[in-house]
C-alpha cells in the first residue's frame, strides 16, 4: 500500500512492500481507537487462533507506523472516519491532498 500526503509545504510518502518470501501481503491503514492518527500496519499475518479449544480468535501481527497525528483537541473521538480524519488534517495540519495506491482520497 502507498500512502501519499500532501501538504502546503512537503509530500510525505509511506509504502509497505512484500519481503519476496510472502505469498500473500495485507497491509491497512487505520485510525487509531481514539481517533488521533492514522496507522499504517505492514506484513500482517495471523496466527492460527483457535486455542485448545477453539474459541479464542485469530490475531493478527506485524508492523506498524504512525502516519499522521491530530492535535489533541482536534481528535475525532471513537467511531471516527477516515474520511473525517483528512477533513480534520486538512483544517489542522495544511494537509492539501491524500493518495492510497494512487487514488485520490482527499479531497473527496
Known sequence: MNVTITFKNRVESFYTRADGSAALSKDVLELTADGSATVLWSRLEFDRGGGDDGTKPRV?????????????????????????????????????????????????
Do not use: I, M, N
Open 60 to 108: 493478527e501481527k506485524g508492523y506498524s507506523r504512525e502516519v499522521l497525528r491530530l492535535p489533541p483537541a482536534a481528535a475525532l473521538g471513537p467511531g471516527g472516519s477516515l474520511d473525517e480524519f483528512w477533513t480534520r488534517a486538512a483544517q489542522h495540519c495544511d494537509v492539501v491532498e491524500v493518495e492510497l495506491d494512487g487514488k485520490l482520497v482527499y479531497p473527496f
